[in-house]
């Protein structure tokens, strides 16, 4: 640990070269983001880059992220990024602060139980289930839409659990592309150009304006009705008191909760099911490997929650994915004066981290950009960099609230699609990662074979 006599000034910390005036390296964020995060680390373990002018720390080794979201947590404040994501998310729980988020996090933490989620995975199988009885052979599917449908489909299920919550889930599947398409521009956009009209920040506002104005109008009708025994979250959140003052959550609150929780699940898993398939087309012996499982886990009925822990080549296949094509860049902001890499930050510096980048670190992993899920395996994680080198889902008290939920989804959905189909890149294409919140495929077009 570094002694307090042995701190350097903020301004000591390397500039990354090639910021430009005015815009700082917010071009080369917008236009190349990935290449852009990964390349940060030969400069340092903590580098300045510039969203315009206002300065941006990044930290590149695990153990730093580990003091950011973990050790000194209590001195960090969600940063400029959260701010920038509140007119689709608003004071939702990811991006909330403090007491606030706590209680909101309290609240809700409950509909991600074990016991919940096991509720959930009917709804999880039968809509994997209602997704591969859609194709036919010799279909063309594209992995990146088909995998959102599912995905937000099953999110709805779950939070909705009626017919009320329809308009919603259409809303999302309409909105979310464009969403998506403009939210790291929207997020590394510099404070100089806030007000001017750009593009992708109009279309990013103009989306998550009738987003949200979808989700009131669900609020509105499901409090009309009066209150309601369904066991899903929209129920949760409208019957939902305040310990101390007994007060319920306002309209307002519980939009903001379902816009973040819709928004927060639906790329992400669709990312990582749609690369899933994609990573199994190129290693056949892998797929073979994982079909083998399922057989003898699960055989021909339906897969449920209870075969999820036993599935473990696809939970390796899915922790491979993950670390390959995972959340792209997150960021804090000090609240107080914080020691960090041997630096003294003053209250309010903007802090950031990119796990995509942390995870193919090549200093770290062997290999770092090859697919390779055997990885996982206990015996040469034992050897590995360790758990803290690994966090798909975040650390400390904002980690993702929908881990379980995830492994449990992507599973059965793994599961009930390849023991049906056999899914074949079409030729000609190869799919490229664009960054959004993960590292998503511009398209994956695959064919649908029957298994023989
Ligand atoms: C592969 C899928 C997913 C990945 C890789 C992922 C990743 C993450 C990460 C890295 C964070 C931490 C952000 C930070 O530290 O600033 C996070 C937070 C969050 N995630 Fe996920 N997530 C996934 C799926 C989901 C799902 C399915 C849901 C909901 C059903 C969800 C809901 C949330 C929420 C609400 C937060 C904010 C938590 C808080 O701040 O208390 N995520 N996620």
Redesign the pocket.
Known sequence: MTSVAELRPLTSVPRVPGAVPLLGHALALWRNPLPFLSSLRQYGDLVRVNLGTMPMYVVTTPDLVHEV?VRQAGSFE?GRFFDRLKPLAGN???NSDGEL?RRH?RLIQPM?SRERIVGYSEIMSSNAQALADSWAPGDVIDLEPAMAGYAVET?ARTLFSTDIGRPAVDAVRQHLPVLLTNLLVRAASPKALDRLPIHANRAFDRAAASLRAVIDEVITTSRSAGPADHDDLLSLLLAAQDPESGAGLSDEAVRDELS??LF??AE??AA?LAWTFHELAARPDVEAAVLAEIGEVVGDGPVAAHHVPRLQGIRRVIDEV?RLH??TL?MRRTTETVHLGGVTMPPGTEVAFS?YALHRDPGVYEHADRFDPDRWLPERQAAGPGRRAY????AG???????Q??WT??TIAIATILRQWQLVPVAGHTPQEVASA?AHADSIPMTVTARG
């Open positions: 979201t969600k939702g729980l990811a988020h996090r991600f999110l973040t929780i927060a699940g992400t898993t990582t993950i995972g959340v997150l796990l966090v798909p889902f975040g008290n904002r980690k993702c609230i929908g881990d939920f995830v989804e992507a993960v």
